[in-house]
T-cell receptor, first 113, second 112 residues
Framework: DAGVTQSPTHLIKTRGQQVTLRCSPK?????VSWYQQALGQGPQFIFQ???????QRGNFPDRFSGHQFPNYSSELNVNALLLGDSALYLC????????????FGEGSWLTVV | DAKTTQPTSMDCAEGRAANLPCNHS???????VYWYRQIHSQGPQYIIH???NNETNEMASLIITEDRKSSTLILPHATLRDTAVYYC?????????????FGQGTTLQVKP
């Protein structure tokens, strides 16, 4: 158990809808990153949050947005869902020490129909 | 793009050591080598990481060459539960950089 919890584990949405995924980082961690993993591919970095701000962003459209709360938990929001957004969404947490370890949650499976 | 090169697949007999190679010839001085594995439909599991020295923990050993251009992950006594995709990643060790760039990884099949 990596200590990173995500919810929901599975969900189905319709094209054009919006979805919110949630993540609680491992105790003692203050950074949260989100990844998208399509079937058969490696995880792709979406963005990272710490101190309640987006700090780094991967090559994803601004339909993908996030938020970090004062307790370090985070949300990933995806608007105007497309069929291609169907994927496993992973949350990862870490502290900001040099050579830190990043731990992943079990992910949220999103299916867009 | 990923900065590492790994074989696409490998087999290992149960109970034997599994040695997974990784090339990272363009690694920078401040970049660490990280290993994760992913069992089907689960989140990536952290295994081990290192900068220069060899590292060992309860899961595996990491051997980094002196020039740091390649490394080997060793699972000393592979079991069927070690069947997974193994990712070798080089990453700036600064804690402010959370980005991990995953390549295709090595699919390790442990056989009875």
């Amino acid at each position: 158990d990596a200590g990173v919890t995500q919810s929901p584990t599975h969900l189905i949405k319709t094209r054009g809808q919006q979805v919110t995924l949630r993540c609680s980082p491992k105790s003692g961690h203050d950074t949260v990153s989100w990844y998208q993993q399509a079937l058969g591919q490696g995880p792709q970095f979406i963005f990272q949050y710490y101190e309640e701000e987006e700090r780094q962003r991967g090559n994803f459209p601004d339909r993908f947005s996030g938020h970090q709360f004062p307790n370090y938990s985070s949300e990933l929001n995806v608007n105007a869902l497309l069929l291609g957004d169907s994927a496993l969404y992973l949350c990862a947490s870490g502290d900001r020490g040099l050579g830190n370890t990043i731990y992943f949650g079990e992910g949220s499976w999103l299916t867009v129909v | 793009d990923a900065k590492t090169t790994q074989p696409t697949s490998m087999d290992c007999a149960e109970g034997r050591a599994a040695n997974l190679p990784c090339n990272h010839s363009t690694i920078s001085g401040n970049e660490y080598v990280y290993w994760y594995r992913q069992i089907h439909s689960q989140g990536p599991q952290y295994i081990i990481h290192g900068l220069k020295n060899n590292e060992t923990n309860e899961m595996a050993s990491l051997i980094i060459t002196e020039d740091r251009k390649s490394s080997t992950l060793i699972l000393p006594h592979a079991t069927l539960r070690d069947t997974a995709v193994y990712y070798c990643i080089v990453r700036d060790g600064s804690g402010n950089t959370g980005k991990l760039i995953f390549g295709q990884g090595t699919t390790l099949q442990v056989k009875p």
